[in-house]
């Protein structure tokens, strides 16, 4: 079963920043937080991912709680081609690439 | 540098049938893991090769069968083919199993069972 909860859906304007939330209340000390992105059922992209700190790259920022038991994605500035379903994803620790994707949120971005 | 590729991108079989899907992983990768995704909900793990042994499986029944070879490329196989397998089979590779690597998805497999 999936270990987060996600909106279903959020709206963002074009060129404003998206702020994509998820819980995971149950995250255990070593696991990972990750973000991906799927875009038309094309495969998940990867997007970023983080333990404890967080984490920005050219795509996004990755805020994550103190304690660790919510995250936020940030796309700092929306364009069209970022409307996509974003999953957030909690790694099990210990089972590999087993990742539980749960239905994610679908962003839509406005022009 | 070739990310993860996936073969054939669409194909149509008959219910009862058996199909063959194959994956690469990126180069410098050695674990790849299967997922189906049905119209509508998220992926779903199958399973995971690493060393060409399956290390970790879900919740899919004997059906659902693969192998690693040794350049670490993967096959997934199902076999029997029921009209709920049509879905889009999903090829990921990483390097290790280590939590905390980077996974890197294909664009899949689109499989309709007829």
């Known amino acids: 079963d999936a270990k987060t909860t996600q909106p279903p859906s959020m709206d963002c304007a074009e060129g404003r920043a998206a702020n994509l939330p998820c819980n995971h209340s149950t995250i255990s000390g070593n696991e990972y937080v990750y973000w991906y992105r799927q875009i038309h059922s094309q495969g998940p992209q990867y997007i970023i991912h983080g333990l404890k700190n967080n984490e920005t790259n050219e795509m996004a920022s990755l805020i994550i709680t103190e304690d660790r038991k919510s995250s936020t994605l940030i796309l700092p500035h929306a364009t069209l081609r970022d409307t996509a379903v974003y999953y957030c994803?909690?790694?099990?620790?210990?089972?590999?690439?087993?990742?539980?994707f749960g239905t994610g949120t679908s962003l839509t971005v406005i022009p | 540098d070739a990310g993860v590729t996936q073969s054939p991108t669409h194909l149509i079989k008959t219910r009862g049938q058996q199909v063959t899907l194959r994956c690469s992983p990126k180069?410098?990768?050695?674990?790849v893991s299967w997922y189906q995704q049905a119209l509508g909900q998220g992926p779903q793990f199958i399973f995971q090769y690493y060393e060409e042994e399956e290390r970790q499986r879900g919740n899919f029944p004997d059906r659902f069968s693969g192998h690693q070879f040794p350049n670490y490329s993967s096959e997934l196989n199902v076999n029997a083919l029921l009209l709920g397998d049509s879905a889009l089979y999903l090829c990921?590779?990483?390097?290790?199993?280590?939590?905390?690597?980077?996974?890197?998805f294909g664009e899949g497999s689109w499989l309709t069972v007829v």
């Open positions: 990921a590779s990483s390097l290790g199993v280590i939590t905390g690597n980077t996974i890197y």
């Open positions: 180069s410098g990768h050695d674990t």
């Open positions: 994803i909690v790694r099990v620790h210990g089972t590999g690439n087993q990742f539980y």
